[in-house]
Each structure stands twice: as structure tokens, then as C-alpha cells.
């Protein structure tokens, strides 16, 4: 939302980007169940974000505090997306009020899962997808728009109508 206010409110011809990298790397971020490494869906804290946490920065865990929770979901599994949006469901899990439990309520460890089956090993596959993923777009990026260049001008933003920018 901020890309866009920001794009709208100032017209800059720029190129912007907000990556959530979680999205790039899908398959690496599911269960076993649907060829992942991980034994229970992505949520919050979880084995996965856990085991993410642990292959990026693994003094900030601590391991020992690790605790197993559930959240509380009202309605069948495969509606509701989890964190991630790994499995493609209609309802994305911010894209609701109601069908879940609050996490801050139901599970006020601040963690949504099995942390406790959290391992370095089983995100680090992903860790590499994101970054070959991120290294592709920025060369993708920049073979299409080198240094002083950028995408048309009068067709991402609209501060050519009034008077000519210049490329």
C-alpha cells in the first residue's frame, strides 16, 4: 500500500518493489504432504518460520523457549490460506475476520504451530530459492532499465499530462 500512495501521491518514474519472499519460494515452504520439507503447515512462528529463522540468523533462537501450539480455525482446512499463501486457497488468511482465532488470543505465545520441530536444515533449500529468485529480479531489472533508463514515463505515471519529463 505505502509503493502505491507513495506512486500516486509523487508521480516519480521509478521502479519499485515490494517482495514478500515468502511468495517466491511456495513450494519451499509447505508440508511434506504437498512436497515441502516440513511436517505441519506454515503459519506464524512455526516449524517453518522457525526453521527459516534458525538458517538466517541463528543466535536471535533460542531454541529451549521453542513451544508447540494450535491455533483455531472454524472451518474446514483448504478454504483459508495460511501464512506464506502456500497453498493456493480462495481466502487468503488476511482476507478475513471470524474464520479463524485471533492469534493474539488463541495463542498468546506468539507462536501458531510445532516451533519445536524447527531445523535449519529443512529451510535452507529456500533460503537459496528466495536469493536466486531476488538475484533474478534485480539482473532482470536492470537488463531491461540500465542506469538512466526507465520504463515509459507517460505510462507509469501521469506528471507527463501536465508537461514533459525528461528521460
Known sequence: MAI????????????????????AIRKHI?????????????VHADE?????SLALFPEMIKMEDAVDTEGEMYIKDGIVDKSGL?????????????LTGMEVICTPEGVVGK??????????PGVEAALDFMEDLVNEIMKK???GKLPPIEKITQRSRGGKLRQ
Open 4 to 23: 502505491h500512495q507513495f506512486g500516486k501521491k509523487f508521480q516519480v518514474p521509478a521502479i519499485i518493489v515490494y517482495l514478500n519472499w515468502w511468495f
Open 115 to 124: 516451533s519445536t520441530l524447527a531445523s535449519a536444515d529443512k529451510a535452507k
Open 30 to 42: 509447505r508440508d511434506r504432504q504437498h512436497g515441502g520439507p516440513f511436517e505441519t503447515k506454515f
Open 48 to 52: 517453518c518460520e522457525t526453521s527459516f
Open 145 to 147: 532499465f540500465p542506469p
Open 86 to 98: 502456500a497453498y493456493g486457497y480462495p481466502v487468503r488468511f488476511y482476507d478475513h475476520i471470524g
